[in-house]
C-alpha cells in the first residue's frame, strides 16, 4: 500500500476500516483516532457534509477516506461501504458497526409497530448484515477484527427505553454468536457498551424532551455513574482501536463497558 498513512508506522498501518455513523460522535472519533494510528477508513453516513469535514481530517492525518452517503437502513449501501474498502484499499481489515439511533422514549405499552421496525432497521439488522458481508474479505486478508457498537442498556434496562435496549442486547447476543463462528478464520468479534456519552443521541433526546425534562434526564444519568460525569466520543474511540488492535489478539466475543463506572453504580454520588 502507497498512503502516507502505511508509511506512519502506526498499529493501523495498511489496515483498512469500515465504521458506520461516520460523520459525528463515536463514529467520527473512531475515524480520527484509527487514521492517526495509519487506518485508512471507508466513512457511511447519512450526512455528506458530515462526511465531507471528515474526510479532510483524515486526510490531514495522513490516511485516505473514502465516503459513502446513506442509510444503513439500506443494507445495499452497509454492502456498498464493504466493497469500497476493498476495490480502493485493497481489502477489509477492520468494521466499526456504529451507526444508531436512540428512538422513543416512552412506556412499553404505548410504544408502536411503526417504532418497533424502524429501530430494527437501523440498530440491529444492519449490524447482522454488515458482520456477514465482511467475513469473505476479512477472511481473504487472513482475519481482522469487528466491534459493534452496543450501549450499557444492552446490559441494564432504562426505564421507558425498552426499544432501544431490547436492540442495544441483541447486539451484544449477535457479537457472541458471530465471535464463535469467525474465530476459525481469525475475526474477532467485540462489543463496546458505552455509558453515557456527549453524542448526537443526546440531542435527539433534548429534541424529544422539554427543557426541565431534558435537564432532569441528564443529572440522573450523570449520577448513575461512579465518575459523575459524562465521557467523552475520543473515550469510547480509545476502547474501539485497542479492540481492533493486535494487541487484543486474544480477546474475542466481549462486552466491554467504557461507562464510568455505571454498570456496578448503586445510584448513589
Known sequence: MNSAASRSGGRFAGKSVVITGAASGIGRACALRLAEEGADIVGLDLSAEGLGALAAEVTARGAR??????SVADLDVVAAAIQRATDVF??????????????????????KSADFDKMISINLK??????QAACAPMRARGGGGIVNVASMAGLRPNRN??????TKAAVISLTHHAAMDYARDNIRVNCLCPGPVETPIFEQMRAALAPAAYESARVRVQHRTLMNRFGTAEEQAA???????DEASFVTGIAMPVDGGWSISDGRV
Open 65 to 70: 477516506c473514502e465516503t459513502v452517503v446513506g
Open 90 to 111: 485493497g481489502g477489509l481489515d477492520g468494521l466499526v458497526n456504529n451507526a444508531g439511533i436512540g428512538g422513543p422514549m416512552q412506556p412499553f405499552e404505548t410504544v
Open 126 to 131: 444492519p449490524v447482522w448484515f454488515g458482520m
Open 161 to 166: 427505553h425498552a426499544l432501544y435496549g431490547m
Open 239 to 245: 476502547a474501539v482501536a485497542y479492540l481492533l488492535s
